[in-house]
């Protein structure tokens, strides 16, 4: 009986799996909507003024950032549905998981992405009268630690 309990409790990964697939769809369809509504507006806004140019890469900046960030989502929804309910889901190749440390360092990669995304955002958006050193050395800090962390799993793992 107990044996059975175990067999079946791996159903219970589920719950992240519906709720990290939704979240992802409800993100890429909120950000979808958002960036047509927004391109609609500059539209019918008539003329076009360099300052509008600027707010209109910033905000596209945004929509791939929102983008990447459901798209990882996507990612762990389908990992952990593969290595929890079932790994004969046809999948290409690049899209294959085979454990939990494949899935950490998809996310890892993901943040290393959205933090390169935040730092464009705000060169592009930068206004000259803030000081940005600080915040470019903290998002390259980050940066600089998680592809040590990235490098040193994959080290390891082909050792």
Do not use: N, Q
């Amino acid at each position: 009986m107990l044996h059975r309990l175990f067999a079946y409790s791996r159903y219970i990964v589920l719950v992240p799996v519906v709720g990290t697939f939704v979240a992802a769809c409800g993100l890429m369809i909120y950000e979808a909507i958002a960036l047509v509504t927004g391109l609609i507006d500059i539209v019918h806004g008539g003329a076009v003024m360099p300052k509008d140019v600027k707010a209109l890469a910033v905000a596209l900046i945004e929509a791939v950032d929102i983008f990447l960030i459901a798209i990882a989502m996507y990612i762990i929804s389908i990992s952990l549905y593969t290595l929890f309910i079932d790994d004969t889901l046809p999948l290409p190749p690049w899209l294959v998981v085979p454990d939990m440390e494949a899935v950490k360092s998809s996310l890892v990669s993901l943040v290393i992405a959205v933090l390169s995304v935040l730092f464009l955002r705000e060169a592009v958006a930068w206004d000259g009268e803030r000081d940005f050193l600080a915040f470019g050395i903290s998002i390259a800090m980050m940066i600089a630690a998680l592809s040590l962390y990235l490098r040193l799993k994959h080290g390891r793992e082909k050792t």
